[in-house]
């Protein structure tokens, strides 16, 4: 015997299943991975700065004394203008303790300025904020006594440097990697 509800009653569910249709999730928007361009890892063992930069003047104005940084090749692409999918990549640095500071955060970015005495450099690039499109997570370190930043897509990286005395600050956006 066939059964059939009300006309009410199967207005109210067919209103209730379009309501559940409704996607949930973000749409993702992948930027062309062609236009993403190195983001050169730089390294002072004078004053324990790790430092990131897509410019390869200040790279190299960098390495030449007296600011004595050394090259550490490429931490992964980012993309040199914003786009629909990405987010900036805030660079801040603190002169006093020799600090290079990233943070796609904006609350980070404001308490680094208004309570670290950091100051904003500027963007550094821009990065995904999820894990899409190729992009791989963007692992954060601190270490307190070398007031130091370290930045890495590479696990094994992150782990030696928790071993020798960074603390893990988790993931700070998302990057292509090389
Ligand atoms: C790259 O760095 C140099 C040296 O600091 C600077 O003069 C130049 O304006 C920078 N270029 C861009 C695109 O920011
Ligand atoms: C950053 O530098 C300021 C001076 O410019 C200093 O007072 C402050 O302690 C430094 N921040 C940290 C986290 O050490």
């Not at 603190?94 to 600090?99: Q, V």
């Not at 999820?130 to 006594?145: F, I, K, M, N, T």
């Amino acid at each position: 015997m066939r059964f059939s509800l009300p006309a009410t009653l199967f207005s109210a569910l067919a209103s209730v299943g379009v309501a559940v249709a409704v996607p949930t999730t973000q749409p993702v928007y992948c930027e062309p991975t062609s236009a993403a361009v190195p983001l050169l890892r730089l390294y002072n063992p004078t004053v324990l700065d790790h430092f990131y930069t897509t410019n390869v003047t200040e790279a190299n104005n960098a390495v030449a004394a007296p600011q004595g940084y050394t090259r550490e090749g490429t931490a992964g692409l980012v993309f040199p203008s914003p786009g629909t999918g990405t987010v900036p990549l805030y660079r801040l640095y603190n002169a006093t303790i020799f600090d290079h500071f990233y943070t796609i955060s904006a609350s980070g970015v404001d308490f680094a300025v208004q309570v670290a005495g950091y100051t904003l450099e500027g963007v550094a690039g821009y990065v995904y904020p999820a894990q899409e499109c190729g992009a791989v997570p963007l692992y954060r370190l601190y270490s307190a006594q070398q007031t130091d930043h370290f930045y890495t897509t590479s696990a094994a990286d992150r782990d030696s440097a928790i071993s020798g005395g960074y603390s893990d600050e988790g993931v700070d956006g998302y990057i292509i990697p090389n």
